[in-house]
C-alpha cells in the first residue's frame, strides 16, 4: 500500500470516528491546506483536523493549523496513530501557539504577506 493510500484510509477511520461521535465531517480532498477534515456539530465550535499516519506533522503544519482555526473561530486538532490507537491532540498548545503569537506581533505593521507568508516561506 502507498504512502498516499494508507493517508486516504487513516483520514477515513478519522471521518467514522468523528461521525460515531455525532459530527457531521467534510473532507477536504487535495486541498494541500493545513486541515484534512472539517467536522461540524449544532452546539460545538468547528473542528479543523490535520491527519497523519505514520508521522507527526512539521511544526509549521501546525502552526498553520492553530492559526487557521484562530482566524476562523474554529479549534484545531492533530489526528495520530499511536500502535493501533487513534489519538487526538489540540493543535494550538505550547510551542505551536508561542510561534504564533510571536509572528502575528512581528506581522502586525505589514499591509501584505504576513503570517500566510512566513508560514510558506
Known amino acids: 500500500m ?12 478519522v471521518r467514522l470516528d ?3 461521535r455525532g459530527w457531521w465531517v467534510i473532507r477536504a480532498a487535495g486541498s494541500h491546506g493545513p486541515a484534512d ?3 461540524l456539530k449544532v452546539g460545538e465550535p468547528p473542528l479543523l483536523i490535520q491527519v497523519k499516519a505514520n508521522a ?3 511544526k509549521k ?3 498553520a493549523l492553530a492559526a487557521l482555526a484562530a482566524s476562523v473561530g474554529a479549534e484545531g486538532l492533530l489526528a495520530k496513530r ?5 489519538v487526538y491532540r489540540t493543535a494550538d498548545s ?7 503569537e510571536a509572528a502575528l506581533k512581528r ?5 501584505e504577506g504576513g503570517v500566510r507568508q512566513w508560514l510558506e516561506g
Open 61 to 63: 503544519e501546525g502552526i
Open 37 to 39: 477534515l472539517v467536522a
Open 18 to 20: 468523528m461521525e460515531s
Open 107 to 111: 506581522d502586525s505593521g505589514q499591509r
Open 94 to 100: 505550547g510551542e505551536a501557539k508561542a510561534m504564533l
Open 56 to 58: 507527526l506533522p512539521h
Open 2 to 13: 502507498t504512502a498516499y493510500r494508507r493517508g486516504v484510509y487513516f483520514e477515513r477511520r
Open 82 to 86: 499511536e500502535g493501533r490507537k487513534l
